[in-house]
């Protein structure tokens, strides 16, 4: 009886589980990025196609968020931000360092988020 | 039972992935509904709009809970949604504390992001024209040329790049739509209210479009059900007695549902001849114009698709002004023409966008054309019944990154032709056209200031072989607000030789074609390379927005099937090219801002087109050297209800054109060796009372420009001199029109 609990409970765990973590090909993300003009737009979206696995990224200066669909099984979410974030621009995710934030054009100096 | 309850915890987690909707309805404070209101989830671009109803139904998004609700005029709001039936309420923005900044549309974009140089001409440039039908819509763009092929069927020509159209590719919502038999007046049969943008590409096409693009690509969209109005009308009239008629009608019968019915007539009733020379000025005739266009879009699922039905009727009679056809058809009684076409389209295109790959899709374009054209020009006959029928399958995806994108597809034609003429000899050239290709474009943007499109397709055509056609484009953004584009392509056409120069009809010109062992009326298919280099530099001088553009275009034949005019004025010769053809065409355009609201369009054009003809390399006839263009346009503020004044003026100067050789004729038949420069006026005003309702009245030929002795031996049309096609200016005087547009919203 208690086995077959036990077996139930970690089949349902485990079912669900890989349910959850079965890595899309073409996941939809989007989270926000810090940026003032086209100059920023340019910047975030070639420093978000140089990461391997990104197909499609687009930022939105209106919400100051980035659409991006990336192929999961080739790179994460928070590679993207951290390759972002290396270029100067704070993400939800991870944040750009000073120094490289003050290396930016003038019209780029954002609000730094946080 | 313990059995039982281990099956249904198995089946727990599967029932999470279900997709549940969101149903729900968007009102104002008044419990009213709004009809086309945005309903998206929130960070996403997965949303619809509401029905009449103000209700919309919408798949729960996996993302996030939260609804964005938006309609013009009244505060956007953010909701979340906790059950499955939800209630918005919108309410009415009033305060409106920003600064509203504003920028007046261009009524033309000369874009400095798109790879290929091409400018889009909006509605707000299609309405300065005066009227009418496509063939008259680009009379205020100094990038193409428009002229009057003969003085006796009224029909106008256009070239680009010192090139005439058969020479474009002119394709209607990406299908080739003016081709074959109705090169001569296709363009005439396609109303101009229809029209929702054109888009002008100079240099070889995309490959997409298939091989016979030489100088350059017009493509015009017609309006989309899914975004029209509910009804429009036009009506028009002017002092020459032409009345044109035109009604929309618009349905949504659902979210994913729409079409509109397009009526179009016009007739003109009265005989002109104001420069007294026994011929009309235009031909009579009337023409009645029918399209419905359904169109269903699924955005959520990916799917759009358009259907069209069109059928058209055009009757047209030309020639003396005592000519009347029952009693002095094919008699030497009267000189008269009669030209009458009948067009029936059945087309279909249908679009899929994966819902989870934006940039990946497919698309379905088939068409089936028939046009039947029955005609004469005095003793001169020629019919001629083409049906086609087309098909474009195509396939967009992206390598990697939506940075490299490429589309690729297979394309089918099918061409029947039933074509007799009766000249100074009688000849049946009824054929069958095939042909069966494959496409590939790879298109590149570096997302900065790089992109390039490199295309290739293969065909194999029944009368043109197989052969490969590679287009390339570039652009290259060197500096702020600046573009370089390059463009080099081959095109290949089988030429129409009596479908593309009936003018030559309407004269006592004997034909002949010199070769035989051709496919193409013995000729062989007309090969040309097009080059061209393209500069755009947007500045501000004086503070005034200020654009200039600067295009150098070169096309060479390989071969082409000359059309000779010059070696006798009694003959018209058809054939192969033995030497050089080309064309070089140079424009620099100034547009600038004068004032807000006031605008100023320049252009000067340099033409060189030789080729080389049996009496030696000549300049093509009938074609200036030097043009000049200047356009200014004024429109007043659009006050609360919609007021406004629009005013149009166009100046047109050209430089004077080589005339066709008339040295053997008798004294007093000559033309003399070239025709004068002369300049065209043209200006329209508009005033504009509400949303609904505008009134607009214009003058053609202000300046009441006519050319001498149009009409070479009028006094005797069935002598040896008789020409009426060498036509270099205005025949008529200046016109005056009168119309309103009255839509409802």
Known sequence: MKKIMVLVLVSLFSLTAMAQEKKSKNKKVEFNVAGNCDMCKKRIEKAAYAVKGVKSAIWHIDHTDIHLIIDETKCSKEDVAKAIAAAGHDTALVKAEDVVYKKLHDCCFYERLE | MLRKIAFLLFLLPSFSFSQETVKGIVVDENNEPFLGANVFWFGTSVGTTTDVNGAFSLAKSSETTFLVVSYIGYATQKVEVTSNEIKIVLKEVTNLQEVEVTKTKKSTEHSLFSVTNVQTMGQKELLKAACCNLS????????????????????????????????????????????????????????????????????????????????GQINYEVLKPAIDIPFFLNAYGSTDSRYELNAHFNQKYSDKLSSTLFIHG??????????????????????????????????????????????????????????????????????????????????????????????????????????????????????????????????????????????????????????????????????????????????????????????????????????????LHLRYNPWENAVIRASAGRGKRAANIFAENQQLFASSRQFSILNSDGKLYGLNPEIAWNYGLSFIQKFKFLGKETELILDYYQTDFQNQAVVDIDFSPQEVLFYNLDGKSFAKSFQAELNVELMMHLNLKT??????????????????????????????????????????????????????????????????????????????????????????????????????????????????????????????????GQMYYAGLRFNIK
């Not at chain 2, 990038?143 to 069927?153: C, G, L, M, P, R």
């Not at chain 2, 030696?616 to 200036?624: I, N, T, V």
């Open chain 2, 136 to 215: 008259e819509s680009f009379s205020t763009n100094p990038s193409i040329d428009v002229n009057f092929s003969d003085a006796v069927t009224g029909n106008r020509q256009i070239k680009m790049l010192g090139l005439t159209s058969p020479y474009i590719l002119m394709t209607e919502e990406n299908i080739p739509a003016v081709r074959g038999a109705s090169q001569a007046y296709g363009l005439s049969f396609v109303p101009g209210t229809w029209v929702e943008s054109i888009q002008i590409t100079k240099g070889a096409g995309s490959v997409i479009n298939g091989y016979e693009s030489i100088s």
């Open chain 2, 266 to 471: 016009n007739t003109r009733i009265g005989k002109n001849d104001m420069n007294n020379d026994g011929f009309l000025d235009n031909p009579i005739g009337k023409q009645v114009n029918i399209l419905n266009r359904w169109q269903y879009t699924d955005a959520e699922k990916g799917w759009v698709s358009f259907l069209n039905l069109r059928y058209m009727n055009d009757e047209k009679q030309g020639g003396e002004v005592n000519f009347i056809p029952d009693l002095d058809k094919f008699t030497t009684n009267a000189w008269g023409s009669e030209v009458n076409t009948e067009k029936i389209e059945i087309s279909n295109k249908t679009g899929y966008v994966f819902p989870d790959m934006p940039y990946q899709s497919f698309g379905f374009q088939n068409s089936f054309q028939s046009h039947k054209q029955e005609s004469y020009f005095g003793l001169n006959q020629y019919n001629i019944h083409q049906k086609s029928y087309f098909s474009n399958l195509l396939f967009n995806s992206i390598i990697s990154n939506t940075k490299n994108k490429f589309t690729t597809g297979l394309n089918f034609n099918y061409d029947v032709y039933d074509e007799q003429v009766a000249l100074n000899f009688t000849k049946d050239f009824s054929r069958i056209d095939n042909s069966v290709g494959a496409f590939f474009e790879y298109t590149y943007d570096n997302l900065d200031n790089f992109s390039l499109v490199a295309g290739a397709r293969v065909d194999n055509h029944n009368r043109l072989g197989t052969f490969i056609t590679p287009r």
């Open chain 2, 603 to 732: 252009a000067y054009k340099y033409y060189d087109v030789q080729t080389q003809f049996i009496t030696g390399q000549l300049e093509r006839a009938l074609q200036a050297k030097h043009r000049v263009f200047a356009n200014i346009a004024y429109e007043t503020h659009i006050k609360e209800k919609g007021q406004q004044w629009k005013f149009d003026f166009t100046y047109s100067w050209l430089g004077k054109q080589r005339l066709p050789d008339t040295s053997s004729n008798l004294p007093q038949y000559q033309l003399g060796e070239f025709a004068p420069s002369f300049a065209v006026m043209n200006a329209q005003i508009t005033r504009t009372f509400s949303s609904k309702f505008e009134v607009y009245i214009g003058g053609e030929n202000i300046g009441n420009y006519r050319q001498d002795n149009a009409i070479v031996q009028n006094e005797n049309p069935f002598g040896t001199y008789f020409d009426s096609s060498m036509i270099y200016g205005p025949v008529f």
